[in-house]
């Protein structure tokens, strides 16, 4: 369904990474997970995961990685900025968050694929504030962990919410895991099989998860969800 919707704000985060706010002017509607096209010419749509969740009615936020390296994510900042009204299509994926479900989760980013674990894990605390979840956050510097303040936040105030972050490169004053954030999931459990597990990040990683994941851990692949394996 394609929506025009207004900008409302565009916040520079960090790391060329930005957070967009819009605000669409009409209804939709989207599952936790999914993710919308931003429209910039005709035939020429970009996908964005959506940050936000279902229950948050007016507003949709995005996170956007600018950076030098991801040509037509510079653009679409560059045409959000120039202009104060956008067309969105939405709701696209198929790796949404799995409702009335009693499994224990674990989420998993890789980089700066965010803003869908953050969709997931806010529709699970909404729908079960009890549900055991385990949040991974894997980069190569911390920089690239730019929300972490906000999910440690989180876990002080549900206890049943464990904050793993994860880097590969850290500094010297570094205390949290160090190395590839699917070695350490393989690390702490030594079976998936009672487990759900949501995960964003590249088209490698997520191939390389499955397979570890289904191969060294017991999990269904049917358990495992992500935008990714729509592709591989």
């Known amino acids: 369904m394609i929506i025009s919707s207004n900008v409302v704000s565009i916040e520079f985060i960090t790391n060329n990474i930005y957070r967009v706010y819009l605000s669409p002017q009409g209804k939709f509607s989207f599952r936790a997970g999914q993710y919308l096209m931003i429209i910039m010419y005709k035939l020429n749509n970009r996908p964005f ?3 936000s969740i279902p229950s948050e009615k007016e507003i949709i936020e995005l996170h956007i990685d600018a950076s030098k390296f991801n040509f037509y994510a510079s653009l679409i900042i560059k045409h959000i900025i120039a202009k104060n009204n956008i067309n969105i299509d939405i709701p696209y994926g198929k790796a949404w968050f799995r409702e009335n479900s009693k499994k224990p989760i674990i989420i998993i980013a890789g980089g700066t694929g965010f803003s869908y674990t953050r969709s997931i894990l806010y529709a699970a605390l909404e729908e079960n504030s009890n549900r055991d979840i385990s949040f991974y956050w894997g980069g190569r510097i911390i920089e690239q962990l730019y929300n972490l303040d906000e999910l440690q936040l989180l876990s002080e105030k549900f206890n049943n919410l464990k904050i793993i972050p994860v880097l590969e490169e850290p500094k010297l004053d570094w205390s949290g895991r160090i190395g590839k954030v699917l070695n350490v999931v393989l690390d702490d459990f030594s079976s998936l099989i009672e487990y759900e597990i949501y995960i964003s990040g ?8 499955r397979e570890r994941f289904c191969n060294e851990r017991g999990i269904n692949p049917e358990h495992i969800y992500g935008d990714a394996f729509e592709f591989i």
């Open 49 to 51: 995961s959506l940050a």
């Open 202 to 209: 590249r088209f490698e990683m997520a191939k390389i998860a």
